[in-house]
């Protein structure tokens, strides 16, 4: 009877100590591009998002379409999506960040507007009373008041980036998701074990972070608590 291969990499077990430390490299280089997709797309759906919840509230007859439009962009099965854009971005990264981005886009509209239509009135009267013009309101008082109903959907947006972005490994630009995909087609148990933990970590990372600069931002928040 043949003793089992010492190695747990021959053994091909889902925890394997070989493993870390024989793929450091590939494993620091996929997270490593995970984290560059989802910031870049993360980033990009903020600055498309600002400006479109913005004015959803300052033209009433804007809100229904701007809400309706991205909401249906985020039904569309991720698939299906990043085969809509493939005539416009080929097999490249810009094809994973650009659907990102529209998945964003109804998270953080939908919160954005709903932190700018929470401020109350009376703040508003107040700030013009002193002299405040629309955009010295908007930046002074509408926008921070806001900010903690727009973190939240930041948050939200990032950690399902970070998820989302594992599907761009149809593509080839997937971050971790390359080694899950390519680890499920050999069946290499640690490589997928580790890739997706690895993804974990980076949501829980970047929800945290998020969260830590929500609260330096808000600090009145944590007073009311």
Sequence with gaps: MTAPPDDCLARNEWICGAYLS?????????????VQL???????GLALAVPLALAARRRRWAAGPVLGLTTVLYTIPSLAMFSLLLPLYGLSAALVVAGLVLYS???????????LRAVPEETRQAARGMGYGPLRLLLAVELPLALPAAMAGLRIATVSAVSLVTVGAIVGYGGLGNLIYSGMNTYFKAQVLTASVLCVVIA??????????????????????
């Design 22 to 34: 024989s793929r450091r490299e590939i494993l620091w280089d996929a997270a490593l591009q995970h």
């Design 38 to 44: 989802t910031a870049l797309a993360v980033l990009i």
């Design 105 to 115: 886009l109804t998270l953080l509209v939908r919160n954005i507007l709903a932190g």
């Design 204 to 225: 829980v990372a970047a929800d945290l972070l998020l969260l830590g600069a929500q609260r330096l931002l808000t600090p009145w928040t944590r007073r009311q608590a």
